[in-house]
């Protein structure tokens, strides 16, 4: 009898909902769907998963949701402006549906994971991942695991300092001056007015600024040995090298002789979908755990 096993991982996004079924090592089917409802999300993956045995499911999820397993509402999705998702608890559905262990984690701390077991952060202990897209977001992966508690880590909105002469209006509906607000997608969109950001100079120059003083806070409350970073702003050239450059002068030569001080510090993802592989370690984590 074949000891392989099969395996669900999950990534629920704003916009579109990711699924794949993995046999021991290897890639069984895949499956996309945009992200609609909570009950069309659940059916669309008990459809997907039909009558395949499966050992554990992992979810890497948008947030904000309940990510302490001992919590009674484990997996239950907070305050959230997608309709018909407040309240919901995918992870507690699919639990009872497919009777198996379902773990949930959120899609920034599952890449975290994957980026660390098989992406830029291999070799590193402790590994934050910041996706800067329509929101910012960060996760921190140390030895295998991620930063929860009885949330889980929103580094997005973090205050920033206003760069010098920068006169744009916040984007974010919460904050003055959050690292969201000021240099998420939407917020370089609103500053640039059509114009692409790499010709812009003073708006270069801005969004570097935030993004390197998110980067200064994150070394000094996690101390991460690396940052990997992802999301479409990071693709704009030579972002990733300007904000790190304001990240070291936000920090003032602290760390310096550290990993911070590393040339290679910051690096660009290296997995195309380090959600979904995150989703796949805490599937098999959440096996192990039940034993």
Request: proline share 6%; net charge negative; aromatic share 6%.
């Amino acid at each position: 009898m074949s000891d392989m096993r099969t395996w669900l991982a999950i990534e629920t996004g704003g916009t579109k909902l990711l699924a794949r079924l993995v046999r021991d090592e290897d890639v069984v089917a895949e499956a996309r769907w945009p992200t609609t409802s909570p009950e069309a999300a659940e059916a669309a993956l008990l459809a997907f998963a039909g009558r395949t045995p499966l050992a554990g499911v992992g979810i890497a999820a948008f947030g904000p949701v309940v990510v302490d397993p001992a919590a009674a509402n484990y997996g239950e999705v907070l305050a959230t402006p997608k309709p018909g998702w407040t309240g919901a608890n995918l992870r507690a559905a699919l639990e009872q549906a497919l009777g198996v262990p379902v773990a949930i984690d959120t899609d920034v701390n599952a890449a975290a994971l994957a980026e660390a077991a098989a992406g830029a952060g291999q070799g590193c202990s402790s590994l934050a991942y910041v996706t800067v897209g329509t929101g910012i977001g960060a996760g921190l992966a140390r030895d295998g695991r991620t930063l929860t508690g009885a949330l889980h880590p929103e580094m997005g909105h973090v205050p920033v300092l206003r760069f010098e002469g920068d006169p744009t209006p916040s984007a974010c509906p919460f904050h003055s001056g959050c690292a969201e607000g000021m240099a998420a997608g939407p917020a370089v969109q609103r500053r640039l007015g059509g114009k692409l950001l790499e010709d812009s100079p003073a708006d270069f120059a801005a969004v570097a600024d935030y993004l390197g003083q998110l980067f200064a806070t994150i070394v000094l409350a996690w101390s991460p040995h690396r940052i990997v970073v992802g999301g479409g702003v990071m693709d704009v050239p030579g972002l990733g090298k300007a904000a790190t450059v304001r990240m070291r002068v936000a920090l003032g030569g602290y760390g310096v002789g550290s990993a911070v001080g590393e040339a290679d510090f910051i690096r660009s993802a290296a997995l195309e979908h380090a959600g979904l592989e995150g989703a796949l370690i805490l599937a098999r984590q959440a096996a192990a755990r039940a034993g």
